[in-house]
């Protein structure tokens, strides 16, 4: 097969189709000829640039964009890809742009281009011949690298071409002592090349240490792809990957790095994950509230409510009704906005379209189910008979008695019989009307009709939940408390319905002083006390949110003592036991830095309890400063540098890692204190550097940490410099010193 320019050499015969010569269709020899004005003019009124032109030097019909890789013209290629032709058009041959890139000499920018303009890695699935293959043959060890390092797997059509394997071995294995990222592509190379090459049992002992290893690129574990490997010995190696998983008691680990992996996982292999989640949680006993409270909204977004997302609507519903059954207490821990919200995902499913297709009659059987598990909860019902659903359809309970599960089909009989005595479809809408319009009316506080108090209340009436505001997992059940630290003055207990009475409040703050009044005037039975500790979570008294799930909530002491009470799953509280460390140093009792009041544990939650501040800098800088700011902006840069002062002492050596004018609080006598020691250092008496991985917020990094790479060495003067870009901010009425760079 000839390329011009260059020509090469293949050690296998390439496939093409019968060639008829022709001539060379007008449009591919302006590109041949590399006149871009040329193309410009012929293609003007609407020809269709994915049209496949013949080509006499190339015996091929291909579009343009194939020819301009192939006669590597990356102007032409740039102006292609910039009228959105579509990269991954095939050829008469069946080659698309990458293979020609690979065939040809064409620049490895080609090839990011196209890759950039979402060409597929992997070519095409009628071509027996990959890009990255036909690269390697060609000895393009750059190609090879770009299309591995944009998702390209390199052992497919392993064993095909022996000598083509070698190749990209040897590429591999260089690449790997080049770049960690090789060094684990490498791992997952080396396993599937293995995979029939040697047992079962000797795969485990080899790789049983690289289970949890990350594909830097798509995100897979080696786990997830030793459960879903396929072939006569697929259930060999489910069984083995159960027991490693089991014996490495590395259970919740994987599962709270799964949800964290699975938004970045490509959507053509999210079905790997959720079929090795389902079975990691059929052979758990029970599920813990935080982590139902975690998993189920990540789940909720991977279904497809179109025909094609049939598999895996059925993997995901099933893994729902699994978590369902198993998690403790979920009718006691999950809000009402967070089971309407499962509800609306999933009742699609019982259209009479999905249920008259044979092929969906399963996934009928488990949404019902899954229903009738959410039945106790007062909004269900109303969804349900919303949609015109008035009894269980004969198919799902005939469906569901030829299968052998008996706990199943008695709910599903149990729910055929409520809702046949249930209200009718019309009442059920209009319920479902007075609902929404309800939830409306509590985001207008303006017109709001009830008190904070009456709506907990209601909500209450259900089951002892607090509000959801959003899919998040940050919720947890009054009730749910028992596991604390014992270390700690704070002890949790349950909330009591005693007669409702004002609470002892010491007014302090101005800021929160409308929502202190209502918190210590609510009803004891809708407030949840750790202790001598009272607090409300409910969306009203949130006063941050931060990315990680963690939420803050006003508080009052028995003392009436105001604070802020820090909020964070158990499952993901590393940072704020960090925190309350740092915090509870006497070095760190210092005017210049947020004070520590207490914490706490229950069963789901970690709780750091602090003094309550009025403003973070950025809000004081943007919106509350007075008239006259320059004393004022003065008087924040010396108290910042004091409490940097205090960290870096002799005595003290801490390396805060993430100033930021989020992380500076202003009090109410408007001085400034740093907070947030999540992910703070100490260093040792004679250790002036800290090597770790890269940490800190984007734009508010030093230099030298600006690197992903592990490793890193953290000094006081790393907090100094972006101490600095904080004292520009200040100053500057609240300008980044690089904002051109990096925008707010």
Same mark, same amino acid.
């Given at each position: 097969?000839?390329?011009?320019?260059?020509? /090469?050499?293949?050690?296998?015969?390439? &496939?093409?189709?019968?060639?008829?010569?022709?001539?060379?269709?007008? /449009?591919?020899?302006?590109?041949?000829?590399?006149?871009?004005? $040329?193309?410009?003019?012929?293609?003007?009124?609407?020809?269709?640039?994915?049209?496949?032109?013949?080509?006499?030097?190339?015996?091929?019909?291909?579009?343009?964009?194939?020819? =301009?890789?192939?006669?590597?013209?990356?102007?032409?290629?740039?102006?292609?890809?910039?009228?959105?032709?579509?990269?991954?058009?095939?050829?008469?041959?069946?080659?698309?742009?990458?293979?020609?890139?690979?065939?040809? +000499?064409?620049?490895?920018?080609?090839?990011?281009?196209?890759?950039?303009?979402?060409?597929?890695?992997?070519?095409?699935?009628?071509?027996?011949?990959?890009?990255?293959?036909?690269?390697?043959?060609?000895?393009?060890?750059? /190609?090879?690298?770009?299309?591995?390092?944009?998702?390209?797997?390199?052992?497919?059509?392993?064993?095909?071409?022996?000598?083509?394997?070698?190749?990209?071995?040897?590429?591999?294995?260089?690449?790997?002592?080049?770049?960690?990222?090789?060094?684990?592509?490498?791992?997952?190379? @080396?396993?599937?090349?293995?995979?029939?090459?040697?047992?079962?049992?000797?795969?485990?002992?080899?790789?049983?240490?690289?289970?949890?290893?990350?594909?830097?690129? *798509?995100?897979?574990?080696?786990?997830?792809?030793?459960?879903?490997?396929?072939?006569?010995?697929? #259930?060999?190696?489910?069984?083995?990957?159960?027991?490693?998983?089991?014996?490495?008691? +590395?259970?919740?680990?994987?599962?709270?790095?799964?949800?964290?992996?699975?938004?970045?996982?490509?959507? *053509?292999?999210?079905?790997?994950?959720?079929?090795?989640?389902?079975?990691?949680?059929?052979? !758990?006993?029970?599920?813990?509230?935080?982590?139902?409270?975690?998993?189920?909204?990540?789940?909720?977004?991977?279904?497809?409510?179109?025909?094609?997302? %049939?598999?895996? *609507?059925?993997?995901?519903?099933?893994?729902?009704?699994?978590?369902?059954?198993?998690?403790?207490?979920?009718?006691?821990?999950?809000?009402? &906005?967070?089971?309407?919200?499962?509800?609306?995902?999933?009742?699609?499913?019982?259209?009479?379209?999905?249920?008259?297709?044979?092929?969906?009659?399963?996934?009928?059987?488990?949404?019902?189910?899954?229903?009738?598990?959410?039945?106790?909860?007062?909004?269900?019902?109303?969804?349900?008979?919303?949609?015109?659903?008035?009894?269980?359809?004969? $198919?799902?309970?005939?469906?569901?008695? !030829?299968?052998?599960?008996?706990?199943?089909?008695?709910?599903?009989?149990?729910?055929? !019989?409520? %809702?046949?005595?249930?209200?009718?479809?019309?009442?059920?809408?209009?319920?479902?009307?007075?609902?929404?319009?309800?939830?409306?009316?509590?985001?207008?506080? +303006?017109?709001?009709?009830?008190?904070?108090?009456?709506?907990?209340?209601?909500? +209450?009436?259900?089951?002892? !939940?607090?509000?959801? =505001? @959003?899919?998040?997992?940050?919720?947890? &059940?009054?009730?749910?408390?028992?596991?604390?630290?014992?270390?700690?003055?704070?002890?949790?207990?349950?909330?009591?319905?005693?007669?409702?009475?004002?609470?002892?409040?010491?007014?302090?703050?101005?800021?929160?002083?409308?929502?202190?009044?209502?918190?210590?005037? /609510?009803?004891?039975?809708?407030?949840?006390?750790?202790?001598?500790?009272?607090?409300?979570?409910?969306?009203?008294?949130?006063?941050?949110?931060?990315?990680?799930?963690?939420?803050?909530?006003?508080?009052?002491?028995?003392?009436?003592?105001?604070? =802020?009470?820090?909020?964070?799953?158990?499952?993901?509280?590393?940072?704020?036991? *960090?925190?309350?460390?740092f915090l509870r140093l006497p070095q760190l009792d210092s005017p210049w830095i947020v004070r520590y009041v207490d914490f706490a544990e229950d069963k789901d939650f970690g709780y750091l309890v602090l003094q309550l501040c009025e403003y973070t800098l950025d809000e004081y800088i943007k919106d509350h400063l007075p008239k006259d700011t320059t004393p004022v902006l003065k008087k924040i840069v010396h108290e910042v540098l004091c409490s940097l002062s205090v960290l870096h002492s002799r005595n003290t050596k801490i390396l805060h890692r993430d100033i930021k004018p989020q992380n500076v609080l202003i009090d109410v006598t408007g001085r400034a204190r740093l907070a947030d020691f999540g992910i703070s250092r100490q260093l040792n008496v004679?250790?002036?550097?800290?090597?770790?991985?890269?940490?800190?917020?984007?734009?508010?990094?030093?230099?030298?940490? %600006? #690197?992903?790479?592990?490793?890193?060495?953290?000094?006081?003067?790393?907090?100094?410099?972006?101490?600095?870009?904080?004292?520009?901010?200040?100053?500057?009425?609240?300008?980044? &010193?690089?904002?051109?760079?990096?925008?707010?």
């Open positions: 097969m000839n390329i011009v320019p260059g020509q /090469i050499q293949f050690q296998f015969q390439l &496939p093409t189709a019968p060639w008829v010569p022709r001539e060379t269709d007008p /449009i591919i020899k302006c590109i041949i000829d590399r006149k871009l004005e $040329k193309l410009k003019k012929l293609i003007r009124g609407g020809k269709d640039l994915n049209r496949l032109y013949p080509c006499a030097k190339l015996k091929d019909d291909v579009t343009p964009l194939i020819a =301009a890789v192939a006669f590597t013209n990356d102007n032409i290629c740039k102006f292609l890809l910039k009228e959105g032709v579509n990269p991954n058009v095939q050829s008469t041959n069946g080659w698309v742009p990458l293979h020609y890139a690979a065939m040809s +000499k064409a620049p490895v920018s080609i090839v990011n281009r196209l890759l950039a303009a979402k060409a597929d890695p992997e070519g095409t699935p009628l071509q027996s011949f990959t890009p990255l293959q036909l690269a390697a043959n060609n000895d393009r060890e750059d /190609i090879v690298k770009e299309l591995m390092m944009s998702g390209a797997f390199a052992e497919r059509n392993h064993k095909a071409h022996p000598a083509t394997d070698q190749k990209i071995a040897s590429m591999i294995q260089k690449f790997s002592s080049e770049s960690e990222d090789f060094v684990k592509l490498k791992i997952f190379y @080396d396993f599937s090349c293995a995979v029939g090459l040697k047992s079962v049992e000797e795969l485990f002992n080899e790789y049983g240490k690289h289970m949890l290893v990350v594909n830097p690129v *798509n995100h897979l574990t080696l786990y997830d792809m030793s459960f879903n490997v396929f072939g006569p010995n697929a #259930d060999q190696y489910q069984q083995a990957s159960i027991k490693w998983l089991r014996e490495s008691q +590395k259970i919740d680990l994987y599962i709270e790095e799964t949800i964290n992996r699975l938004p970045k996982i490509p959507k *053509n292999l999210q079905d790997m994950v959720v079929n090795s989640l389902t079975a990691v949680f059929n052979i !758990m006993k029970e599920i813990s509230l935080g982590l139902s409270l975690v998993v189920i909204p990540t789940l909720l977004k991977y279904l497809i409510l179109t025909p094609q997302g %049939l598999d895996r *609507n059925i993997s995901v519903v099933r893994l729902l009704y699994v978590i369902t059954q198993k998690t403790q207490n979920h009718k006691h821990g999950w809000t009402l &906005p967070f089971v309407e919200e499962l509800c609306k995902r999933i009742i699609s499913f019982t259209d009479q379209a999905n249920l008259s297709n044979p092929q969906t009659s399963s996934l009928g059987v488990l949404t019902f189910g899954l229903l009738a598990d959410l039945y106790t909860f007062d909004c269900v019902p109303v969804i349900i008979t919303s949609r015109g659903i008035t009894s269980v359809p004969e $198919k799902i309970l005939f469906t569901a008695e !030829m299968q052998m599960d008996e706990d199943l089909k008695g709910k599903l009989r149990k729910l055929n !019989m409520s %809702l046949q005595s249930a209200v009718s479809p019309t009442d059920a809408t209009e319920q479902l009307q007075g609902m929404s319009l309800s939830k409306k009316k509590k985001k207008k506080k +303006k017109k709001k009709k009830k008190t904070i108090q009456e709506e907990l209340s209601v909500e +209450k009436s259900t089951t002892d !939940m607090t509000e959801m =505001a @959003d899919l998040d997992a940050s919720s947890i &059940p009054v009730e749910e408390s028992g596991v604390y630290d014992e270390s700690s003055s704070v002890k949790p207990f349950p909330s009591t319905t005693e007669e409702s009475k004002p609470r002892k409040w010491h007014r302090v703050s101005e800021r929160w002083r409308p929502q202190l009044e209502e918190l210590s005037n /609510i009803d004891a039975g809708n407030v949840y006390r750790l202790g001598n500790l009272n607090l409300v979570v409910h969306p009203d008294f949130r006063i941050a949110k931060g990315s990680d799930g963690t939420e803050v909530f006003l508080g009052l002491k028995d003392d009436g003592t105001e604070v =802020a009470v820090k909020r964070m799953l158990k499952s993901n509280y590393r940072d704020l036991k *960090n925190e309350e460390e004679e250790q002036t550097t800290l090597h770790t991985s890269s940490a800190g917020t984007k734009c508010w990094k030093a230099s030298e940490t %600006l #690197d992903e790479d592990s490793g890193i060495g953290y000094k006081r003067s790393t907090d100094i410099q972006v101490a600095g870009m904080l004292m520009y901010y200040i100053i500057s009425g609240g300008h980044h &010193p690089f904002w051109q760079r990096h925008p707010l």
